[in-house]
């Protein structure tokens, strides 16, 4: 069974408007953590965000928040006021477990266009 | 800077002939990750190793091996490359509490088959 699942294969959005990317999550874990990355062209692995299924408040980076429904078992990112350089391969992932090698599990993840 | 690098960064490879990738870690982490990445799909774990123990994704292919002679280093050894395995390679890294610290990933090694 799918555990990240991220609805939106492509997103356009033009310039300085907010934009959410959707995920939701199956786990059966207590203890688990969300994870969002942007992968742009040249492949490398960006870390934007990170939600503890314990932490009570919404995570905030910059112009990236997530939205946290826990009951929901969904994670969305927005992104405040985009720009040009936030086009690029965005993937949610989660990580199970408290202690020991915990895998990171991606979602397909969604490309996002942001138009001048 | 505490980082990981992966090497090459683009690896040319022929049919059939066996490729090493290499992965080096400055943090100290005591996990490190191999994923495949696919045009458009999402990368996908193939091994990782905890310390010196190996553990092997149940479908990653017999093609596919590993080894880990230090803390540091991390190689991926692909025995006889297909044209199916071209695809993008992330090494990754993590403390065995990972919590909030996550994970760090090198660059990667885009491989092509040839």
């Known amino acids: 069974a799918q555990k990240i699942t991220q609805t939106q294969p492509g997103m356009f959005v033009q310039e300085k408007e907010a934009v959410t990317l959707d995920c939701t999550y199956d786990?059966?874990?207590?203890?688990?953590?969300l994870f969002w990355y942007k992968q742009p062209s040249s492949g490398e692995m960006i870390f934007l965000i990170y939600q503890g299924s314990y932490d009570e408040q919404n995570a905030t980076e910059g112009r990236y928040s997530l939205n946290f429904q826990k009951a929901r078992k969904s994670a969305n990112l927005v992104i405040s006021a985009s720009q040009l350089g936030d086009s690029a391969m965005y993937f949610c992932a989660m990580r199970e477990g408290q202690r020991g090698a915990q895998k990171l599990v991606f979602g397909q993840g969604t490309r996002l266009t942001i138009n001048p | 800077d505490a980082m990981v690098i992966q090497n090459p960064r683009y690896q040319v490879t022929q049919f059939g002939k066996p490729v090493t990738l290499s992965c080096s870690q400055t943090?100290?982490?005591?996990?490190m990750y191999w994923y495949q990445q696919k045009s458009s799909q999402a990368p996908k774990l193939l091994f990782h190793y905890y310390d010196k123990d190996f553990n092997n994704e149940a479908d990653t292919p017999d093609n596919f091996q590993s080894r880990r002679p230090n803390t540091s280093f991390c190689f991926l050894d692909i025995r006889s490359p297909g044209l199916g395995d071209a695809a993008m390679y992330l090494c990754?890294?993590?403390?065995?509490?990972?919590?909030?610290?996550?994970?760090?990933f090198g660059s990667g090694t885009r491989l092509t088959v040839v």
């Open positions: 943090l100290n982490h005591n996990v």
């Open positions: 990754a890294t993590s403390r065995d509490d990972v919590g909030s610290g996550g994970y760090t």
């Open positions: 786990t059966s874990d207590q203890s688990y953590g």
